[in-house]
């Protein structure tokens, strides 16, 4: 029995290393989009305290692309995708136009 | 980030899900304390120019206030998004 253990509690352990280490990672992936998308859409002058209409909408569109991004960029590209990939930017830079921007697959770099 | 971050850990015994719970609490305690760090050093260098007397103006303490109020308003916003993007719900147009 001992010897069994052994290994389980290690793989227990590369588990938990694991866990924390996806959590650290959405940490640090939510923590780059909050400064991107607020450098990217807030006006330094902080005129009010409000967030801005304007700001607001591309606001939800820079998370939509950086988000889309980030899975593209974690799957690699492949010849179908690289032309979905050109396909959404080229909508998204027409306008809010047409669909929310990311395709509802699976988003989990480690989908248990 | 909370809680709903650990998606489906009720399989695990209660040993385990405590120490995920720790670990949860320690990111985010660490992650508090950087937002903070990051949110002070970005409203001085967009609000503060000269060094003119020790204490703020009073352009520059409402400036700073906005700042504040702004970019939290702007974190929550994002987690929102953040959060439902990640359980898979379809995005508003």
């Given at each position: 029995m001992a010897a069994t253990g052994q290994?389980?509690?290690?793989?227990?352990?590369?588990?938990?290393?694991?866990a924390e280490k996806e959590m650290e990672y959405r940490v640090d992936l939510f923590n780059r989009l909050t400064q991107t998308c607020f450098d990217?859409?807030?006006?330094?002058?902080?005129k009010e305290a409000e967030l801005n209409m304007g700001g607001w909408d591309r606001l939800e569109l820079g998370i939509c692309r950086r988000l889309y991004s980030?899975?593209?960029?974690?799957?690699?590209?492949?010849?179908?995708?690289r032309a979905r990939v050109a396909m959404v930017a080229t909508t998204h830079q027409k306008g809010r136009s047409g669909q929310g921007g990311l395709q509802s697959e699976a988003y989990s770099p480690l989908s248990t | 980030m909370d809680k709903?971050?650990?998606?489906?850990?009720?399989?695990?015994?209660?040993?385990?899900?405590?120490?995920?719970?720790?670990?949860?609490?320690?990111?985010?305690?660490?992650?508090?304390?950087?937002?903070?760090?990051?949110?002070?050093e970005r409203c001085f260098t967009d609000c503060v120019d000269t060094f003119?007397?020790?204490?703020?103006?009073?352009?520059?303490?409402?400036?700073?206030?906005?700042?504040?109020?702004?970019?939290?308003?702007?974190?929550?916003?994002?987690?929102?998004r953040f959060a439902e993007l990640n359980q898979g719900v379809a995005t508003p147009d």
């Open positions: 290994p389980i509690n290690m793989q227990k352990e590369q588990m938990f290393g694991l990217k859409c807030m006006e330094k002058k902080h980030k899975e593209v960029v974690g799957r690699g590209p492949g010849p179908r995708r | 709903s971050m650990l998606g489906d850990l009720d399989g695990l015994p209660e040993e385990d899900k405590l120490r995920m719970a720790a670990m949860v609490d320690q990111l985010q305690i660490r992650d508090s304390l950087r937002m903070y760090n990051s949110l002070v003119r007397r020790k204490t703020l103006d009073k352009q520059e303490e409402s400036c700073v206030r906005r700042c504040a109020e702004k970019f939290l308003k702007h974190s929550m916003r994002v987690g929102m």
